[in-house]
């Protein structure tokens, strides 16, 4: 299957700095990405649709400004977490198919996903 | 927009014993539903899809059943095993979100041994 590649897998940082996450599709383009936060035991809540070439999408209630999203490529976005909180701590994952944001249904595949512990 | 539930949102089951997990979703037009299956601290992985022209879809000891006129669609494992021990996920294809998919809450799935 298509793979998607997610740096950093862990990542500490004090409270107040910002953390760059980046997701990659290694083997196929993606005109549109997916950020999910995932807190413990608990379910993949979508923050924001990430388009090449164009604004993000947020979800409502997920602040654009503390979460900078760009794509730049067909092969990468990346989600900053500005000024971030322990509140922010979670673990963050991205998700993209050949197809998605194409109009068509297929398959999605997942980064590894990036745990970020804000102290 | 669409909405996914699913239950139950534990299920312990023996080893050997088959394992059901139900979904339900709301938008009538959705037309994708994958179940991902995700071990602690990792990735979801797709373990089976079925789209909504297909009524049954086997692969080897999993299978997914979709009721389009119930909105609702169910994933079935049999002959469990320790290793089956995870958290599954339903979801449903949005057509207003760009080909997001929505998630249901999850299940975590025990196989005692």
């Known amino acids: 299957g298509a793979v998607v590649s997610q740096h950093p897998s862990w990542v500490i940082c004090k409270s107040g700095t910002s953390v760059k996450i980046e997701c990659r599709s290694l083997d196929f383009q993606a005109t549109t990405m997916f950020w999910y936060r995932q807190f413990p035991k608990q379910s993949l809540m979508l923050m924001a649709t990430?388009?090449?070439?164009?604004?993000?999408?947020?979800e409502q209630g997920v602040e654009k400004d503390k979460f900078l999203i760009n794509h730049a490529s067909l092969t990468l976005s990346t989600l900053t977490v500005t000024s971030a909180h322990p509140e922010d701590s979670s673990f963050y994952i991205c998700?993209?198919?050949?197809?998605?944001?194409?109009?068509?249904?297929?398959?999605?595949?997942f980064g590894e996903g990036s745990r970020l512990t804000v102290l | 927009g669409e909405n996914v539930e699913q239950h139950p949102s534990t299920l312990s089951v023996q080893e050997g014993d088959s394992a059901v997990i139900k979904c339900t979703y709301s938008d009538s037009a959705s037309n994708y539903f994958p179940w991902y299956k995700q071990e602690l601290g990792k990735r979801p992985q797709l373990i089976i899809d079925?789209?909504?022209?297909?009524g049954e879809k086997k692969d080897q000891r999993i299978a997914v059943t979709l009721n389009k006129t119930a909105k609702h669609f169910s994933l079935h494992i049999t002959e469990t095993q320790p290793e089956d021990s995870a958290v599954y996920f339903c979801?449903?294809?949005?057509?207003?979100?760009?080909?997001?998919?929505?998630f249901g809450k999850g299940t975590k799935l025990s196989v005692k041994p």
């Open positions: 979801a449903a294809f949005s057509r207003g979100s760009q080909g997001n998919l929505i």
């Open positions: 079925i789209r909504s022209n297909v």
């Open positions: 990430s388009n090449e070439g164009s604004k993000a999408t947020y």
């Open positions: 998700s993209a198919g050949p197809t998605s944001g194409r109009g068509a249904v297929g398959e999605l595949f």
